[in-house]
């Protein structure tokens, strides 16, 4: 790619996907702020940047945000029009600034992200301006093959797009007996520890049943038994149709943010789309799990119109 093909590119992605101003770019770009326009329009003219028209929809979003606050007990649901299963981190990236901001965190706060895709792909996206917050894993995940499953690396991302002071869980998902031991006494951990009982606010995912899932943390025994009754998760908490948390050998040594403390988190905001999660959103949302939803217009109307 060319310089000035690299340039353009480099504009068009912060400006449309990772949300940063024109006077950012032309700080970051090094060059005046009536070039950054010019850069944007010629990255349109270039192919590099395709925008694309939703056709208002038939229905109003406003009714069905009402309507699915009240049939899963939520405090916020925000909308992105259509199917975006496709475009997660673009599509969802409106909603999920909206959410944090409305979560008036201040320096000194916790902010819990987990691992999974969309919240990987959200990581990307501009969300905010975090600095002086505490920004930790809700997971262990080191060694995983998928980026989207190192949770070290979604906190990383999140924090050199959106700001913020990053802390890291350096273990797995699932440690052997030996390690699980170690970890109760290593002072990282408990740091990890004191950031889920102390945060004021969670960016999680919901997964799709563990059987139906391409991508899953490689500790799940997905074989097990007991995986076949799970119809979702949130952060590697497998739950059935009733929201009974599912077990599996190691499940007590997961290393995972625990149930309880999750759920006291003041603002625990979700971000999911997908009609294969339909069915996973409705019962995480009515165990608790979380109180704010972030998802589209398809998977919004999927779960009104479920019985």
């Known amino acids: 790619m060319s310089e000035n093909l690299d340039r353009l590119y480099r ?47 038939t229905g109003p979003v406003d009714e069905l945000r009402r309507q699915l606050i009240d049939r899963l007990s939520l405090d916020a649901v925000y909308i992105a029009p259509g199917n975006q ?7 969802l990236a409106s909603g999920t600034r909206q959410a944090l901001g409305q979560a008036n965190l201040q320096p000194g706060d916790v902010l819990l ?19 002086g917050i505490i920004v930790a894993p809700t997971v262990g995940g080191q060694a995983e093959p998928d980026p989207w499953h190192q949770t070290n690396e979604v906190v990383r991302m999140f924090t050199a ?56 943390s490689q500790s799940v025994p997905r074989d097990h038994p007991s995986l076949a009754r799970s119809v979702g998760d949130v952060c590697l908490a497998f739950f059935d149709q009733d929201g009974t948390e599912v077990t599996f050998p190691g499940n007590d ?51 009104n119109e479920a019985p």
């Open 11 to 57: 504009a068009a992605q912060l400006y449309y996907e990772q949300g940063a101003t024109q006077a950012e770019i032309a700080h970051q770009l090094q060059v005046s702020r009536p070039s950054v326009s010019r850069i944007l329009a010629e990255a349109r003219a270039a192919g590099i940047v395709e925008i694309r028209v939703h056709k208002p929809t």
């Open 113 to 131: 992200i987990a691992s999974g895709e969309t919240t990987y792909a959200l990581a990307q996206q501009h969300l905010g301006e975090f600095a």
């Open 161 to 216: 797009t959106s700001g913020g002071y990053p802390h890291y869980l350096f273990a797995p998902a699932l440690p052997s007996l030996a390690l699980y031991s170690a970890l109760q006494d290593d002072p990282g951990y408990q740091i990890i520890r004191k950031d889920w009982s102390s945060a004021k606010a969670a960016l999680i995912g919901v997964g799709a049943p563990a059987l139906s899932r391409k991508s899953i």
């Open 85 to 91: 299963s496709t475009h997660l981190g673009v599509a």
């Open 253 to 303: 040594r997961m290393t995972r943010i625990p149930a309880e403390t999750l759920r006291s988190v003041p603002t625990r905001i979700a971000a999911a789309a997908g009609v294969n999660k339909v069915r996973s959103i409705a019962v995480a949302a009515r165990s608790g799990w979380f109180n704010i939803l972030v998802t589209d217009e398809v998977t919004a109307r999927a779960i």
